[in-house]
């Protein structure tokens, strides 16, 4: 006499624990390969031109990507134009209704990105988008982040050795790879680390540091800036050197969490 084939019951709750991770690959595969993300205060005139390069420097890899475009109160309209633009790819442009600096714009757009990496980089065309064909394969031997370690004739004599000093500073207190900056590949773990940040005055490199991850840094030239002024006083400068520093003091020696 044969025996009926009894049918599995699934749980529910299993049902839905694979509906989410289901939907969560899916999420993942939609996500572009990298976003640009880009801090943008007086600095309309370089917009369209390093929107252009930032394209063909990703599609020069073969990599998919997104421009992430933050325009941190900026007196010049830049946001405005910015939304004008089309290259067939996807374009978020954010708006900060106050000024909040320059880390704060980098924040606000990596919490929008949706890239599996992001690419912060300035909005001056002083670091050249060009330079991920350096740090993009560095990023594929393992590391969750590479920061670029600028060198070149980009600034003043005086500004080049405090510059120095202070990246030399981040390295001892924040184990944080030579040349330091904010030209820096982030995988997605490190950006949703930094997203999830709450502190209101936040130190990139400090929350990068505070996420203990495997980082490297890669030589990339860095050129002087064509036309107009840093928006960055000598003072504040060096004020902002400082915060970061004690940030990064605090989430590595003092384990504070921003």
């Known amino acids: 006499m044969g ?3 009894s049918r599995a019951t699934i749980p529910a709750a299993r049902l839905r624990e694979r509906s989410v991770t289901s939907a969560a690959e ?3 595969e939609d996500r572009p390969q990298l976003s640009w993300v880009v801090p943008m205060y007086r600095t309309r005139e370089f917009v369209e031109p390093l929107c252009e390069r930032m394209i063909g420097a990703a599609q020069a890899l073969g990599l998919s990507c997104e421009l992430v475009l933050v325009a941190d109160a900026c007196p010049q309209s830049t946001a405005d134009l910015a939304e004008r633009l089309e290259f067939g790819l996807p ?4 708006r900060l209704s106050q000024n909040q600096g320059q880390d ?3 924040r606000a757009g990596l919490r929008a990105c949706t890239g599996k990496w ?3 980089i300035d909005g001056d065309l002083q670091d050249p988008p060009e330079g991920l064909s350096v740090l993009w394969p560095r990023a594929m031997q393992g590391y969750d982040a590479v920061v670029a370690d600028r060198f070149g004739k980009y600034q003043s004599r005086g500004r080049l050795l405090s510059s120095r000093l202070y990246r030399r500073c981040l390295e001892r207190l924040g184990d944080l790879p030579r040349g330091a900056g904010l030209f820096v590949l982030l995988n997605r773990r490190l950006i949703e680390a930094v997203a999830a940040t709450r502190a209101r005055r936040i130190s990139i490199l400090a929350a990068i540091a505070g996420a203990r991850g ?3 840094s890669a030589p990339i030239e860095r050129a002087p800036r064509a036309s107009g002024r840093s928006s960055y006083s000598a003072g504040r ?3 902002k050197g400082a915060w970061s520093l004690w940030q990064i003091f605090a ?8």
């Open 3 to 5: 025996h009926k084939r």
């Open 26 to 28: 899916e999420m993942a």
């Open 91 to 94: 374009l978020r442009v954010l």
């Open 104 to 106: 704060a714009a980098i």
């Open 118 to 120: 992001a690419l912060i």
């Open 214 to 216: 495997h980082y490297t």
């Open 237 to 239: 400068r060096w004020w």
């Open 251 to 258: 989430v590595r020696r003092l384990s504070r969490r921003l």
